[in-house]
Structures are given as C-alpha cells and as structure tokens.
C-alpha cells in the first residue's frame, strides 16, 4: 500500500507563484509515472503534468510554459512549480503515483487533493 502525503496549496494573487509536493511512503515496489491532475469546480478532472521514472514530461496545454514538474526518486517525491498563475488554474489539485510490479501489475494511488487559489 501507497500513501501519498500533498502539501503546499494556499492563495495566491494572479501572476504569482506556488510549489506543490507530493511524498509517497509506505510498503512501495517500484514508482512508474507520477503526476498532477486537478479538478474545477463543474468541471472534469484534467491532466496538468505527467513525469515519468526517466525523467519525461508532458503537460496539459493551458500549463506548458508555466508549469514545471519535477521528481526526487530517492525520495519518492514530486514536484509542480506553478508559476505565472491565472485565476483559472484555481481548483484542487490530485497527485497521482503508479506503482509498477512486474507485468502486467500496476497500481494506481491518488492524493487526497491540495486546493489551489488564484485571485484576479
């Protein structure tokens, strides 16, 4: 079992910054792609970034260039430098960690969601 532990949310004005982290601990294999969602309200939930244990990224269309994800795999940790914020990036924002055993098993685990606000 995965536990994921999400921190650094908060208020933040338009055009400023804020640093989200995510620790997975627990009995874990081995971590495959980490990465960020987030959820609006009325709104789906979408991808915002996605690395994975190589070091690739991709990243929802209305954050690329403003958003940087980033990850520590010594310690099972991810990383979302949000930077140029809009008042639409507020939602709540999902870290989600894959975890990976040997084919075809794999494991999905969630983050009990960080809020993210930003005022015009």
């Known amino acids: 079992q995965v536990h994921l532990v999400e921190s650094g949310g908060g208020w933040v004005q338009a055009g400023g910054s804020l640093r989200l982290s995510c620790a997975a601990s627990?009995?874990?294999?081995?971590?495959?792609?980490m990465g960020w969602y987030r959820q609006a309200p009325g709104k789906q939930r979408e991808l915002v970034a996605v690395i994975t244990s190589g070091g690739s990224t991709n990243y929802g269309d209305s954050v690329k260039g403003r958003f940087t994800i980033s990850r520590d795999n010594a310690k099972n940790t991810v990383y979302l430098q949000m930077n140029s914020l809009k008042a639409e990036d507020t939602a709540v924002y999902y870290c989600?960690?894959?975890?990976?055993?040997?084919?075809?098993?794999?494991?999905?685990?969630w983050g009990q969601g960080t809020q993210v606000t930003v005022s015009s």
């Open positions: 989600h960690v894959r975890e990976v055993w040997p084919t075809p098993y794999e494991y999905d685990y």
């Open positions: 627990g009995s874990i294999h081995s971590i495959g792609d």
